[in-house]
């Protein structure tokens, strides 16, 4: 496999653009070697600039759920586009994807959509604090809300890869309202609440992080969350950016049966293109600006191109798309899970529904420090291996996989069979 292509790129990329990537995770540092430029995406597979076709079990970190430019899809973002790419006036368009969204979500009446799952973070930290008065959050270790200040506090997967434990340029002044909590740990989370309860605004979580490699609530957990909550009159926001539309159209909610008070969307919700959002109750979203004091705003916010998407996107997705989003899944991981132990490789293959992961550790994950302590460098090995074989997996031991429907049972066996060889590379390195 000739990656001459993208090496040139990269060196050039690098002079223009910091580390030569518009985002951390995309640039291979916890896994060595050179990122591959993608030149297009066709169904199930990526293609690079040097002709290598990989098949694709990343989907742009989650967004595209039918893998590359499906036709739907693309068909609404390019009659949209010919009508004009911006207006900033509303359009018809935005309550159509709105109405989808509440329609699939049931905790959430009203819904105002944003550019990025961290500005829907960030605008639901915002509004949380705006409608209860209270100034602080309760968050957990390892789960990922985007880059705003009060958030990028033990954040999860690009922080994680990079090893920044935070980063310089949050003030401890920023940092300082956020609590932080082990996931999965009920007497951590009783605790702080008895002793921030009555200053808490909000409760925040991925419902299924999803950011720390995949690691599930235990048993009972996010009902639990929901009864802190409640005890204390803060907040619970779930961040569904990652979970919704993913592990079912109504998220980890609809799977689980706990219901937020707010709800951040982003990924899938936006078909590909950049679209994200945050919901909830009709009382609560109308804190926000215009009709209440909660000021949030964007000048490309519900922007016309990524409405369509979305919308296009959304009104595919039937019981049949999860069903085979999860057959998908199953499959990966029985083939992992064959492979490693045909090798003799120890690794924990992971699965919650649709999503899927694999950690080198001896047992499930339950927390961040699990994952954290997972042997990272056989994650690089496996996933080279894979690369080398044609398969393309998140470039970090901290992020999960995703399946597409664009994945048939030919790719599927593929994938298994890449996993055989590349379990004895990981035990013969
Ligand atoms: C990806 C992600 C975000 C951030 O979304 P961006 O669009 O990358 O800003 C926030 N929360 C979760 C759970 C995510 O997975």
Request: with cysteine; hydrophobic share 45%.
């Amino acid at each position: 496999m000739s990656t001459a292509g993208s090496e040139e790129l990269y060196d050039r990329a690098r002079t223009v653009i910091p580390g030569g990537v518009n985002s951390p995770a995309r640039a291979f540092k916890s896994v060595g070697g050179v990122p591959r430029f993608i030149a297009r995406g066709e169904g199930g597979e990526l293609i690079d600039v040097d002709g290598n076709r990989y098949l694709d079990l990343v989907n742009s970190w989650g967004p595209l759920v039918f893998g590359h430019v499906r036709k739907e899809v693309r068909d609404a973002a390019v009659a949209a586009l010919d009508r004009g790419s911006s207006f900033g006036a509303p359009t018809l368009g935005e309550i159509e994807l709105a109405e989808a969204i509440i329609d699939a979500v049931p905790s959430i009446e009203k819904v105002r959509l944003v550019n990025s799952g961290t500005e829907a973070g960030m605008s639901a930290v915002r509004l949380a604090r705006g409608a209860t008065g209270r100034s602080k959050l309760l968050k957990f270790v390892g789960h990922y809300h985007g880059h705003s200040d009060a958030l990028l506090v033990a954040a999860g997967s690009g922080v994680a890869t990079l090893g920044i434990p935070g980063s310089p340029g949050v003030t401890a002044g920023a940092a300082a309202d956020t609590i932080l909590v082990p996931w999965n740990d009920r007497a951590a989370v009783e605790a702080a609440v008895d002793e921030h309860g009555d200053d808490l605004a909000a409760i925040l979580c991925e419902p299924v992080a999803a950011n720390m490699n995949l690691v599930s609530p235990v048993d009972g957990f996010l009902a639990f969350l929901r009864q802190q909550a409640d005890r204390c009159g803060g907040l619970l926001v779930f961040d569904e950016v990652m979970t919704g539309f993913r592990l079912a159209r109504g998220g980890a909610q609809e799977l689980h049966g706990v219901t937020a008070d707010i709800t951040v969307l982003g990924k899938i919700v936006g078909g590909g293109f950049p679209l994200a959002a945050f919901g909830g109750r009709g009382e609560l979203m109308d804190h926000l600006a215009p009709d209440g004091p909660v000021y949030q705003a964007g000048t490309l916010s519900g922007n016309p191109v990524a409405v369509a998407a979305g919308a296009a996107q959304l009104a595919l997705l039937t019981d049949e798309v999860y069903a085979h989003l999860e057959t998908a899944a199953r499959s990966v991981v029985d083939g992992f899970t064959a492979a490693f132990q045909a090798a003799g490789v120890t690794a924990q293959v992971l699965r919650h529904g649709t999503l899927a992961g694999v950690v080198f550790a001896d047992r499930a994950p339950e927390r961040y420090e699990d994952v954290a302590a997972a042997d990272h460098d056989a994650y690089a090995r496996f996933f080279h291996a894979m690369l080398d074989a044609g398969i393309y997996l998140a470039p970090s031991g901290y992020e999960v996989i995703f399946t597409s429907t664009a994945l048939d049972d030919r790719a599927l066996d593929r994938i298994s069979v890449a996993a055989q060889d590349a379990a004895r590379a990981v035990r013969d390195a």
